[in-house]
Each structure stands twice: as structure tokens, then as C-alpha cells.
């Protein structure tokens, strides 16, 4: 739980959902923090993007509204308004997942911070359209950058971006960002899970506020092996879930952050 549900400390519940195992996918955590009814979205989060034509076409036979923001690029929000970005194309054999793209409030600044000190190669930048395409290998999801034209509003929504690395790493890049003086919101820390890994963890933040979690890679491995029983656990949780029903019990709303 150590740094996962902030700032909410209540009840919550997570799962992580991709198109194949963490090792070589980027998945995505999806935290339900119970008694939130509702969130208000910034403009830090910008969207996901990834080539799938079968999404696409699951989204029309659902009758889920599609944009076309360019050719053969649909736009989908998902319920709570984050957007998503389906590509119409053959979905690739390796990650599907093209990018994630964060705002920033100044371009440059961002580069800097995340190919500088963090490492990553620079694949595409724009200086026209303000964005920056970058990424730690070319064959895993890549992180866009783009200029928001102001301050980045995280909301109340906000969550992180992850990474695992090997954990003789850790200490380094914690020992970089005092170098730096760059913030540090959790330093190097073992977090335990009950009857599974102990994972050491470091959790930053780049120049927007944009937290960064390190992860030994080691012990992540082992913590994040694919549940065969996954799917069913999910639909049985969103099936166990009754809140709307409680709190209507109690005659009251749920909370809105």
C-alpha cells in the first residue's frame, strides 16, 4: 500500500491489465478507491495510444463513440473521461501499446529531465506541434511529451508512470536526483507483500509533478507473473462490488474528489 493510493487512504482495491505479461508489455494499474464517486480530470494525462483494428472494430459493434482525429486514428474515452487513441491497423505481434503521452508545461525542460538524467533515448521531437517522442528500448511503449500551452493541472485523478530497472540501479538514481537537487517523494525503499516479492522501490518527480517509480526488476518479475485465474477475479470483483447500493442505503453520495 506504501505511496500507491496517495492521497487517498482509504479502502481501495487495484488491478493491472495489458495485452500480455509485464516483462515485455506496458500494462496499466487501475486503482478503485472505494467511496469515490467521482474525479476531476487535469490535463496531465493526455492519452494512450496503440494500433489495434480489433479494438476499433469492437468499439462500432458496441456502439461505443469513436472520433476520427486523423486518418485511420480514433479517438475513445473511457468511462471518467481519460482518452484513448486506436490506430486501425493489424495489431503488432509484440506490445500494441504505442505511447503514453503526459503534458508539460515547458518542452525543453521536460527533455532535459527525462533524456539527461533519466536516460531516455530521444526518438522524435517536434518543435512546430511542441512534442517529444522517447523511449528506453524500440521495441517497448514509447512516452510522448506535449506541451500543454501552461501550468499542467494533475486534478485529482492523477496517478504514476513505472518503471522496473535492475535494483543496483536504485541507489544511483537516487544518489543522481540529490546530485541534481530534483524531488524525491518516496526515497529507496523495500516495500513488502505479503507472501509474495519484496521490491525496492524509488518514487520521483520530473519538473510538472509527474510522479516516476523505479522498481527493482528482480523482485518485480517475480511479483508481477501473469494470474491465470485474472479475468474472472476482475469480473467477480466488479460483480462483488454493491457501493451504489450502500450508499443509497444510507441515503448518502459518494465522495467526489
Same mark, same amino acid.
Given at each position: 500500500?506504501?505511496?500507491?493510493?496517495?492521497?487517498?487512504?482509504?479502502?481501495?482495491?487495484?488491478?493491472?491489465?495489458?495485452?500480455?505479461?509485464?516483462?515485455?508489455?506496458?500494462?496499466?494499474?487501475?486503482?478503485?478507491?472505494?467511496?469515490?464517486?467521482?474525479?476531476?480530470?487535469?490535463?496531465?494525462?493526455?492519452?494512450?495510444?496503440?494500433?489495434?483494428?480489433?479494438?476499433?472494430?469492437?468499439?462500432?459493434?458496441?456502439?461505443?463513440?469513436?472520433?476520427?482525429?486523423?486518418?485511420?486514428?480514433?479517438?475513445?474515452?473511457?468511462?471518467?473521461?481519460?482518452?484513448?487513441? !486506436?490506430?486501425? $491497423?493489424?495489431?503488432? *505481434?509484440?506490445?500494441?501499446?504505442?505511447?503514453?503521452? &503526459? %503534458?508539460?508545461? /515547458?518542452? =525543453?525542460?521536460?527533455?532535459?529531465?527525462?533524456?539527461?538524467? !533519466?536516460?531516455? $533515448?530521444?526518438?522524435? *521531437?517536434?518543435?512546430?506541434?511542441?512534442?517529444?517522442? &522517447? %523511449?528506453?528500448? /524500440?521495441? =517497448?511503449?514509447?512516452?510522448?511529451?506535449?506541451?500543454?500551452?501552461?501550468?499542467?493541472?494533475?486534478?485529482?485523478?492523477?496517478?504514476?508512470?513505472?518503471?522496473?530497472?535492475?535494483?543496483?540501479?536504485?541507489?544511483?538514481?537516487?544518489?543522481?536526483?540529490?546530485?541534481?537537487?530534483?524531488?524525491?517523494?518516496?526515497?529507496?525503499?523495500?516495500?513488502?507483500?505479503?507472501?509474495?516479492?519484496?521490491?525496492?522501490?524509488?518514487?520521483?518527480?520530473?519538473?510538472?509533478?509527474?510522479?516516476?517509480?523505479?522498481?527493482?526488476?528482480?523482485?518485480?518479475?517475480?511479483?508481477?507473473?501473469?494470474?491465470?485465474?485474472?479475468?474472472?477475479?476482475?469480473?467477480?470483483?466488479?460483480?462483488?462490488?454493491?457501493?451504489?447500493?450502500?450508499?443509497?442505503?444510507?441515503?448518502?453520495?459518494?465522495?467526489?474528489?
Amino acid at each position: 500500500k506504501y505511496g500507491c493510493s496517495s492521497p487517498y487512504d482509504g479502502k481501495w482495491s487495484k488491478t493491472m491489465v495489458g495485452y500480455g505479461p509485464e516483462d515485455n508489455h506496458f500494462v496499466a494499474e487501475l486503482t478503485y478507491n472505494y467511496g469515490i464517486g467521482e474525479y476531476r480530470l487535469g490535463n496531465d494525462f493526455l492519452g494512450l495510444t496503440l494500433v489495434s483494428s480489433q479494438a476499433v472494430s469492437n468499439a462500432k459493434k458496441m456502439g461505443w463513440p469513436l472520433r476520427e482525429v486523423t486518418n485511420g486514428i480514433f479517438e475513445a474515452e473511457a468511462p471518467g473521461g481519460y482518452k484513448f487513441y !486506436l490506430e486501425d $491497423k493489424e495489431q503488432l *505481434k509484440q506490445d500494441p501499446v504505442l505511447k503514453v503521452t &503526459l %503534458g508539460v508545461s /515547458d518542452l =525543453q525542460k521536460s527533455v532535459n529531465y527525462w533524456s539527461d538524467l !533519466l536516460g531516455m $533515448k530521444m526518438y522524435e *521531437k517536434d518543435e512546430e506541434e511542441q512534442r517529444a517522442l &522517447l %523511449g528506453y528500448a /524500440d521495441n =517497448q511503449c514509447k512516452l510522448e511529451l506535449k506541451t500543454v500551452g501552461g501550468a499542467v493541472d494533475h486534478g485529482t485523478a492523477f496517478g504514476r508512470i513505472a518503471f522496473s530497472c535492475a535494483k543496483d540501479e536504485l541507489p544511483i538514481i537516487e544518489a543522481l536526483m540529490k546530485k541534481e537537487n530534483q524531488k524525491i517523494l518516496t526515497p529507496l525503499v523495500s516495500l513488502d507483500t505479503p507472501g509474495k516479492a519484496t521490491v525496492q522501490v524509488i518514487i520521483l518527480a520530473d519538473p510538472d509533478g509527474h510522479e516516476i517509480c523505479f522498481v527493482g526488476d528482480e523482485a518485480f518479475r517475480d511479483l508481477s507473473k501473469v494470474d491465470p485465474n485474472g479475468g474472472k477475479l476482475l469480473d467477480d470483483a466488479m460483480a462483488a462490488d454493491n457501493s451504489d447500493k450502500w450508499f443509497a442505503a444510507q441515503k448518502m453520495k459518494k465522495a467526489a474528489a
